[in-house]
Nanobody, 128 residues
Framework: QVQLVESGGGLVQAGGSLRLSCAAS????????MGWFRQAPGKEREIVAV????????YYADSVKGRFTISRDNGKNTVNLQMNSLKPEDTAVYYC?????????????????????WGQGTQVTVSS
């Protein structure tokens, strides 16, 4: 089993920055592709950014490209999301997700349904 715990959410003014962190349990974290997803009230969960197990490959939603950066530290079992130039439309609950794997690869996954493990979510609110 893998447990994911997000932190770093909060209230920020438009144009500000936040850094989300996700701490993962488990000895095989370095094999897991990871992702950040978000869900705003009344909307479906959507992809924000995902990263391969090695960290060599990343993907960003068009809405956050150039503003957000996903990274991971396999030595510390963490994955981070640096969010800059925040906009009110970024307001949502942000979730960390992991996809279990038996081998290390450079693949990433954009479909939330393929992720096995999810954190409890952290609220990000951007005021105008």
């Amino acid at each position: 089993q893998v447990q994911l715990v997000e932190s770093g959410g909060g209230l920020v003014q438009a144009g500000g920055s936040l850094r989300l962190s996700c701490a993962a349990s488990g000895r095989t974290f370095s094999m897991y592709p990871m992702g950040w997803f978000r869900q705003a009230p009344g909307k479906e969960r959507e992809i924000v950014a995902v990263i391969s197990a090695t960290g060599a490959s990343t993907y960003y939603a068009d809405s956050v490209k150039g503003r957000f950066t996903i990274s991971r530290d396999n030595g510390k079992n963490t994955v981070n999301l640096q969010m800059n130039s925040l906009k009110p439309e970024d307001t949502a609950v942000y979730y960390c997700a992991a996809r279990s794997a038996d081998y290390i690869s450079t693949l990433y996954y954009t479909n939330p349904s393929v992720y096995n493990y999810w954190g409890q979510g952290t609220q990000v609110t951007v005021s105008s």
